[in-house]
Each structure stands twice: as structure tokens, then as C-alpha cells.
């Protein structure tokens, strides 16, 4: 079955600092990959996806992932983090119209 | 702007009572989700349908039962309510390439 691992539960960075959500995945094939975020009391929204190709996507707010097919590795990243960043994101793995998430990294930003 | 409703943010109901969680999408899709999520253990899928009358089980369907009667429309039962399903629960809808989108989601309190 596959599955989706986000080894960090919470993640400290100072508002400017770069950012890296890690996501790893489990599956035979390569699936479809996605980031969502999901602010206090909210629902989630979609950062960014992948499908085929360019292994590096943009997405919104400034984020960007790397597809690594060798390390099956799907991994957030944002250059300079502001404080609004402050959210719970999550890595998931789409197969058949249906999505797996990982558990979640919370993500805190410091003055 | 695409949308999936939820018709109630926060709902408190007893032991014992048959609630209803209420989900409308307006992007005519056929897939339809319905997620719990509790601190800890990220979301989980409790039932899907990828068409009208239609109905597959999740990860954790017990205690739950869901209804498709139109395409846009996917209701989550709890016959019988229980404190362990006090949770936030959240439905979707995604395309074909399962892109997601999320309502805002209800909390659901039982005592």
C-alpha cells in the first residue's frame, strides 16, 4: 500500500530564514504529488503539484518542490518564510482519484 | 472560484444521535471525499464516491455510512454518534488527476 511519510512534526524558522518540509512516499509507480497547506480552523488549499516532467514546480505563495524519483522524495521549499507562512502542511500522494497524506509538519515562525 | 460547501463549521451533538455532515460541490466533479483529521495522525479517508450511488470504503468507515444521491452532493452519517468521533472532518472533491478541493471543514463535538 502506499504511503506517505513527513518526518518533522513541527518545524521551527525565523521569519526570512529558508525553509524545507521534507515528504517521502512509498509506491511502485510514480504517482501524482501534491503540497497542501491548511491554516488554524481552515481547509486546505493547494500549493503545488506534480504530475510528469520538470522535476522542480512552482507553486503559490512563493513555494517550490523537487521530485526526486531516487530518493522518492517530494520536498517543500520556500527561499525567505514570512511570518503569514505560519500553517500546517501536508505531502500527498494521489493514485487512482484518490489521495494519501502524511501526517502533517506544523510549521512556526519566529520574530 | 471553485467551491465545496460544508453546511455547518462547528456542530455539538450527543451520544447516542444520528448526525448529518452535509458536502456540495459546484465543479461537477465525480469524485467526492469524505476525510477525518485529529492532531497527531493527519487526515484519514473514512469513505469515497466516484459517482452518483456509488460509495467505497476508506481507512476507517466504521461507525460511518455516506449518501450520493446527486453528483454534487455527498453526506457523512454517524448513526449513532460516539465521543470517539469527536473530530474535524472535512469533504472534497477532486478531478480526474485527483487535484483535491477542500471545504472548510466541521467540528463535530460529541458528549
Known amino acids: 500500500a502506499q504511503s506517505v511519510t513527513q518526518p518533522d ?5 525565523s ?30 488549499q493547494l500549493l503545488l503539484k506534480y504530475f510528469s ?25 520556500k527561499p525567505s518564510v514570512h511570518w503569514s507562512d505560519a500553517a500546517e502542511y501536508f505531502c500527498a500522494v494521489g493514485l487512482k482519484s484518490t489521495l494519501t497524506f502524511g501526517k502533517g509538519t506544523m510549521l512556526l515562525v519566529s520574530p | 472560484d471553485v ?22 460541490q459546484d465543479m461537477d466533479h465525480e469524485n467526492m471525499f469524505w476525510y477525518r483529521q485529529d492532531p497527531g495522525l493527519g487526515l484519514r479517508l473514512i469513505y ?16 460511518y455510512s455516506v449518501s450520493r444521491e446527486k453528483k454534487e452532493r455527498f ?13 474535524m472532518y ?17 467540528r463535530l463535538t460529541v458528549v
Open chain 1, 9 to 13: 512534526i513541527h518545524i521551527t524558522v
Open chain 1, 15 to 44: 521569519e526570512g530564514a529558508s525553509l524545507e518540509l521534507r515528504c517521502n512516499y512509498s509506491y511502485g509507480a510514480t504517482p501524482y504529488l501534491f503540497w497542501y497547506v491548511q491554516s488554524p480552523g481552515q481547509g486546505l
Open chain 1, 53 to 77: 516532467g520538470d522535476t522542480l514546480v512552482q507553486g503559490i505563495k512563493g513555494f517550490e518542490a523537487e521530485f526526486k524519483r531516487s530518493q522518492s522524495s517530494f520536498n517543500l521549499r
Open chain 2, 3 to 24: 467551491k465545496v460547501t460544508q453546511s455547518s463549521r462547528y456542530l455539538v451533538k450527543r451520544t447516542g444521535e444520528k448526525v448529518f455532515l452535509e458536502c456540495v
Open chain 2, 48 to 63: 469515497f464516491s466516484y459517482d452518483v450511488k456509488m460509495k467505497e470504503k476508506g481507512d476507517i468507515p466504521e461507525g
Open chain 2, 75 to 87: 453526506s457523512l452519517i454517524l448513526e449513532s454518534a460516539s465521543t470517539n468521533q469527536t473530530s
Open chain 2, 90 to 106: 472535512l469533504c472534497a472533491s477532486s478531478s480526474p488527476d485527483a487535484e483535491a478541493f477542500f471545504g472548510q471543514g466541521t
